[in-house]
């Protein structure tokens, strides 16, 4: 009898995760290495409480459907686990777990935090001698994960952020009068997300005017006269912001910093407001902000079909490098060209990605540190290619239910 597997998800929702799952669930239901694949409710937190779906019976229309759900359909957690020289509790129970369920391999699909675990499951199996192979599989909108090209979930959630804004330009050019109009993009540490707005610009529209990402010292005063300077010229301005945007000593430019998360990370709020408070001061036109927080994360409805498509190649190609015998690594996307676009799947040790950052690069963003360059622009426009065939019921969008993850809650 062969082994079976599990796979998890974890950190924030994406529209392209539960593609990445689809083709691990794809995959080990072809291989002839694996029998069956469970499914953790909750990421690791789901393998410490024993709670699992069966998934080694998917269906391909299940599968299909899966891929163009968004968000997790397992649910997810953000549960940091100690260093196990430390204390290895925790350990010692994931992987009783994993014998009880004869398990072969674990697959943890997310993002840098996600890979935190990976890269720890990794080292505790070492040095244990356990054969299970752990493999992590890279999302995350905010497309900071190092060594692969990009990460899945960013090329969907540039598209609605890109749209979103256009649809903002439309509704703004209307009025016969000067006005400001600031847009949150999500990106506390790296400004992928808000530079990919930029993709808005057509023949007639340069919206978003000024681009703002945390990569750079933001500057004020010289945020004010890039803004009078974009009234003068265009009269109804429109700006796109990281909310992780810091002045030179690394302040925040936020209403306020609410918390830090259990890895550290700034829960910050408000970049946008405390922009639209300084413009309403030092202007005194019209401004309006506008931050797009969760919306930008699971729209399904606006994926990027290149985007699912290398989720789930992503997701299979996993299983099959544990069935070469690989573990403790990251799937990783290696680009070979932009026009035509063109890429390779292979994998990388995720001690060299977990709990590190990529940011934008500085040659990337212009001089003034108000925009981003051709160089962007060419990295981003084939990631955003292709629509996805989206299910419809009574005229609303049709997702997979995930009646389990809400009565778990209840």
Excluded at 115 to 138: F, H, W
Excluded at 230 to 253: L, M, P, Q, T
């Amino acid at each position: 009898m062969g082994k079976n597997c599990i796979v998890a998800q974890s950190g924030g929702p994406t529209a392209a995760i539960n593609a990445s799952l689809a083709g691990v669930i794809s995959a080990v239901n072809k291989s002839n290495n694996y029998d069956k694949i469970y499914g953790s409710l909750h990421g690791i937190q789901g393998v410490l409480r024993d709670e699992f779906l069966d998934l080694s019976d998917a269906t391909d229309d299940f599968i299909e459907r899966l891929a163009a759900t968004p968000a997790m359909y397992l649910g997810s957690c953000r549960y940091k686990l100690p260093d196990y020289r430390e204390d290895e509790s925790a350990y010692k129970n994931i992987f009783e777990i994993f014998d009880k369920y004869n398990v072969g391999a674990f697959f943890y699909i997310g993002g840098n935090d996600s890979m935190d675990t990976v890269a720890k499951l990794s080292e505790y199996a070492a040095s244990v001698n356990s054969g299970i192979r752990i493999a992590g599989i890279p999302k995350t909108i905010d497309n900071d994960l190092l060594v692969t090209d990009h990460t899945p979930g960013f090329a969907s959630a540039a598209k609605y952020v890109a749209s979103s804004i256009r649809e903002v330009a439309y509704d703004t050019y209307i009025y016969d009068l000067q006005s400001v109009t600031i847009i949150e993009v999500m990106g506390r540490d790296a400004g992928w997300l808000t530079g990919a707005s930029m993709l808005a610009r057509n023949e007639f529209s340069f919206a978003p005017h000024l681009i703002y990402l945390p990569e750079v010292a933001f500057d004020s005063g010289q945020f004010i006269s890039d803004v009078q300077k974009c009234i003068d010229k265009f009269k109804n301005v429109i700006v796109a912001v990281s909310e992780g945007i810091h002045d030179a000593d690394g302040n925040y430019i936020a209403a306020g910093v609410a918390s830090e998360d259990k890895f550290g990370h700034a829960q910050l709020s408000g970049a946008g407001k405390a922009l639209e408070y300084l413009v309403k001061e030092k202007i005194g036109v019209k401004v309006r902000s506008i931050e797009i927080n969760v919306l930008q994360r699971a729209a399904g409805h606006m994926a990027s079909k290149t985007d699912l498509e290398e989720a789930m190649s992503l997701g299979a190609k996993a299983v099959e490098f544990t069935e070469l015998g690989e573990t403790g690594f990251m799937t990783v996307i290696k680009r070979i060209s932009d026009v035509p676009y063109e890429y390779t799947i292979e994998y990388s040790p995720v001690k060299d990605i977990a709990n590190k950052a990529k940011p934008v690069p500085v040659e990337w963003i212009n001089d003034l540190h108000n925009d981003v360059t051709g160089e962007f622009e060419r990295y981003i426009k084939p990631l955003v290619e292709g629509e996805v065939d989206v299910f419809y019921k009574d005229g609303i969008v049709d997702y997979l239910p995930v009646g389990h993850l809400v009565k778990l809650n209840n």
